[in-house]
């Protein structure tokens, strides 16, 4: 049986959204075309595409913490920021209890005599290791802080600004307002140009 085959990532992928809803089953989670988390629906949201990838599997859990701390509202950016920090805090918690239960779940599972009647064991049943890098962490908060001072700067005059409220921005050399979307937590990417 090959290790990669489609039927293999297939499990990879749905073993991390089974996995997050039974050991909290207070969690909403429903697939996208990105990763985030929407207070007023209360819904994680996840591209199950990326699922296979290691990045793909911190985010769903990354979004994760965010849902179960509660995060719904900031007043700045800066309070974004903190709420982003909590959120990865959270995010290493849910990963330490997910490898925890799947080490436990592989030691409960079958009797040694019946396995080695079957095919020989595939990497499928290994635990994907779920700890979260923390070069990745430093690395979406550093895009995080890129993104959120991008969207600070002036677009009349690329000088520097207030924030006034949660969406509103005021530039305190040219007088200009602008709004920034303040709906959702949303993950922004290095190579996003929004
Ligand atoms: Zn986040
Ligand atoms: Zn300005």
Redesign the pocket.
């Known amino acids: 049986m090959g290790i990669c085959s489609a039927n293999t990532m297939t499990q990879h992928k749905l073993t991390i959204v089974h996995d997050l809803a039974t050991l909290y089953p207070s969690l909403r989670l429903t697939e996208s075309d990105s990763f985030y988390w929407s207070p007023e629906s209360q819904t994680v949201h996840y591209n199950p595409n990326e699922l296979q990838t290691d990045e793909g599997c911190w985010a769903i859990i990354?979004?994760s913490g965010?849902a179960l701390l509660g995060h719904a509202t900031y007043r700045s950016d800066f309070e974004l920021l903190q709420l982003?920090v909590a959120?990865w805090e959270k995010a290493k918690e849910i990963a330490t209890k997910l490898q925890k239960e799947r080490v436990d779940g592989i030691r409960h599972m079958g009797k040694p005599n019946e396995r080695a009647h079957s095919s020989p064991p595939t990497t499928h049943h290994l635990p994907p290791t779920l700890s979260i890098d923390e070069d990745h962490v430093q690395d979406c908060l550093d895009s995080y802080r890129d993104w959120l001072h991008r969207r600070s700067l002036c677009p009349n005059c690329s000088l520097g600004s207030i924030q006034v409220s949660p969406d509103t921005y005021s530039c305190i050399f040219c007088d200009h307002s602008w709004h920034v979307s303040s709906n959702r937590?949303c993950?922004p990417y290095r190579t996003s140009n929004s």
């Open positions: 990354h979004e965010h982003e959120a937590f993950r």
